[in-house]
Nanobody, 121 residues
Framework: QLVESGGGLAQPGGSLRLSCAAS????????MGWFRQTPGKEREFVVA???????YYADSVKGRFAISRDNAKNTVYLQMNSLKFEDTAVYYC?????????????????WGQGTQVTVSS
């Protein structure tokens, strides 16, 4: 089970930190990803990180977002800085039992329930 937290309202240029806590099994050797979705659009890849800490970012968030993981706590974090209006979405945590990073959401069998991030002035 994956449970996201930390969403909310932020102003443009502001920051938020999302957390994804895993329970029920260890996800230490899983690749963990963050996706986001807005109404009427496909779920979009944001970033993913392997168990060893190798990360891959979507171009739209590169240099602004940072993913990290604490395997001892079975938790993944997404630090979002310099937020833009277009970052508004429901953010989902996902996991796949593989050491490789894939951007397609269908490659991730485990999902959280999502947390809303709204960027507004």
């Amino acid at each position: 089970q994956l449970v996201e937290s930390g969403g909310g309202l932020a102003q443009p240029g502001g920051s938020l930190r999302l957390s994804c806590a895993a329970s029920g099994r260890t996800f230490n050797y899983y690749t963990m990803g963050w996706f986001r979705q807005t109404p009427g659009k496909e779920r979009e890849f944001v970033v993913a990180i392997t168990w060893s800490g190798i990360a891959y970012y979507a171009d739209s968030v590169k240099g602004r977002f940072a993913i990290s993981r604490d395997n001892a706590k079975n938790t993944v974090y997404l630090q979002m800085n310099s937020l833009k209006f277009e970052d508004t979405a429901v953010y989902y945590c996902a996991a796949r039992d593989s050491t490789s990073i894939v951007a397609g959401p269908n490659a991730y069998p485990h999902w959280g329930q999502g947390t809303q991030v709204t960027v507004s002035s």
